[in-house]
């Protein structure tokens, strides 16, 4: 793609068409100046079949907050719509609109939203965004675009990196992710937890160091050539003796790959250098990473590595480490300091969000501004659970006396729930399910929104050290069932008493009902 078809692609056009028509229409109606509110929250968190996620992590905003600077709509795109016509073949943009637009800029808009790196639940609203109708709008595309995949692929590292035990995780899932959209993940991936990423031009940008060994191809190309899988362990361990981590497995991993990767490694010892380790890319990787540690061992190679890689995800994990801890001692290995030996490279699983392969984030109108008040919107379905909760909101988190996070309330933004004595905390849709906490009980309260984009200014951003420390923060203060990979325990997020009653009072009128 030429860089100007990039720029038409990636611009102001990165957006549905009918947010293009809908703008058009609250411009003809006058109502594109109509100061509007909305929040942007996820309804259910990832389920991967198997297992479940009870929590998420936010990522994406840096990116999309860059998107926001840099929006205008330019001459060619102006070009292309008023090129468009409806099915009689008319014009569908009038030339007054089209004038509009190309004064039209985020810069109008004041965005509160949960800081990257934070643990969010779903049903709380992560970003409230503010401004003119038409151009608050506008913004819905791209912003589900940029909040959506990130947050659902750092949860999936966050889980990974759990299930690891402390063993560094690599991103290798550059090769089977979503175009360029790997790069969005492999950035979301680093805040998740996993240490290191195989894109090179992602960790150039982030200042990390990319990761990576070498491929099947490599030995095959020495076997093909007549040369043997030794000669490749050789000419590899040659060129980066103080980095040398073989593949083990094209041949025979236990009978060829191993014993010839340790013939390399006495090799390069002898010249002064320690070999990295090896890697394991299929078969049972419980038992050959039993036995690769035993052969380690036996040759005075104990501190070396053993990487597992190949369709690797955070139950696999948890299933190889599990089985490590039961098989291990019967050959005379602590199970523990094998388990912290191991890294893994996770790849297309960690990409793709393997089972869940899209967060179900949306965006939704809440509040307009007319006659001097802000008037709360309200959208019915047939289902209760995807009634919004309207209104200008707040979102805070609730810690209790052991200092973890009991859960997350979202109030009215007028609302202070710091200053009372004792909190009514409502289900969002049940009616005879709250619970009554005294303020006594809790050791704090924490305001999770925070104002990112004002007039054009945005916050400034983070380093992906200080992502991946508020995540490890947030994390430390989930209870244990939360973050449990299987049927995790449910976090609640809760209602106010009043954005309750002024829930139910919007419902009832809209069904033509008086409040009882």
């Known amino acids: 793609m030429k860089p100007d078809q990039q720029a038409t692609a990636e611009g102001a056009l990165f957006t549905d068409f009918y947010q293009l028509t809908m703008a058009q229409l609250y411009y003809r109606e006058g109502l594109h100046q109509l100061p509007a509110r909305f929040d942007y929250f996820f309804r259910n968190y990832p389920d991967y079949g198997s297992h479940q996620a009870g929590y998420c992590l936010t990522a994406g905003l840096d990116w999309l907050l860059n998107y926001l600077e840099r929006y205008r709509f330019r001459d060619e795109d102006l070009a292309y719509l008023r090129s468009a016509t409806d099915s009689r073949g008319q014009r569908l943009f009038a030339e007054d609109f089209l004038r509009y637009l190309k004064e039209v800029s985020f810069e109008v808009l004041t965005i509160r939203a949960v800081p990257e790196g934070r643990v969010v639940h779903a049903g709380a609203p992560i970003a409230v965004v503010e401004g003119p109708l038409l151009i608050a709008q506008l913004l819905e595309t791209a912003l589900l675009n940029h909040l959506n995949y990130p947050t659902l692929i750092a949860t999936k590292a966050s889980r990974v990196k759990q299930s690891a035990q402390g063993g560094v995780v690599i991103d290798f899932g550059m090769r089977r992710g979503q175009e360029r959209g790997v790069n969005a993940g492999a950035r979301a991936a680093l805040i998740g937890g996993v240490d290191y990423s195989s894109n090179t031009g992602l960790s150039c940008l982030l200042g990390l160091p990319p990761k990576g060994t070498h491929a099947h191809s490599l030995v095959q190309t020495f076997m093909a050539l007549g040369l043997g899988e030794l000669a490749a362990f050789r000419a ?158 707040a979102l805070w988190r609730l810690y209790d006396r052991r200092g973890k996070a009991t859960a997350d309330l979202v109030t009215l933004l007028d609302e202070d729930p710091r200053e009372l004595a004792r909190l009514t905390l409502r289900h969002p849709v049940e009616a005879n399910t709250y619970r009554n906490l005294a303020r006594a009980e809790l050791s704090g309260l924490e305001p999770l929104l925070r104002e990112v984009f004002v007039q054009g200014r945005r916050a400034p951003p983070a380093s992906i050290t200080e992502l991946r420390s508020r995540a490890e923060a947030d994390l430390a203060r989930l209870d244990a069932g939360v973050k449990r990979l299987i049927n995790p325990h449910i976090y609640h997020v809760s209602l106010s008493e009043r954005l309750w009653g002024l829930k139910q009072q919007l419902i009832a009128e809209a069904r033509g009902l008086r409040p009882a």
Not at 287 to 299: H, N, P, R, T, Y
Not at 310 to 330: H, K, V
Not at 351 to 378: C, F, H, Q, T
């Open 236 to 393: 590899y361990a040659a060129l980066y003796p103080d980095d040398c981590l073989l593949l083990v497995d094209t041949v025979d991993t236990l009978a060829s790959g191993l014993p010839n990767a340790l013939i390399v490694f006495e090799e390069l010892r002898r010249q002064g250098h320690e070999p990295i380790g090896v890697r394991l890319d299929s078969g049972d990787r419980a038992f050959l990473s039993i036995q690769a540690a035993k052969m380690l061992d036996e040759a005075g190679f104990a501190q070396a590595r053993i990487v597992l890689s190949g369709n690797l995800e955070e139950f696999a994990i948890w299933q190889i480490t599990t089985q490590i801890e039961s098989d291990a001692p019967a050959y005379g290995l602590d199970p523990q300091a094998l388990i912290r030996r191991l890294s893994y490279g996770v790849g297309t699983q960690l990409m793709v969000s393997g089972g869940a392969a899209a967060l179900d984030g949306v965006y939704k109108l809440v509040a307009v501004y007319e006659r001097g008040e802000w008037r709360p919107a309200i959208k019915l379905t047939e289902s209760p659970a995807k009634t919004i909760n309207p209104g200008n909101k």
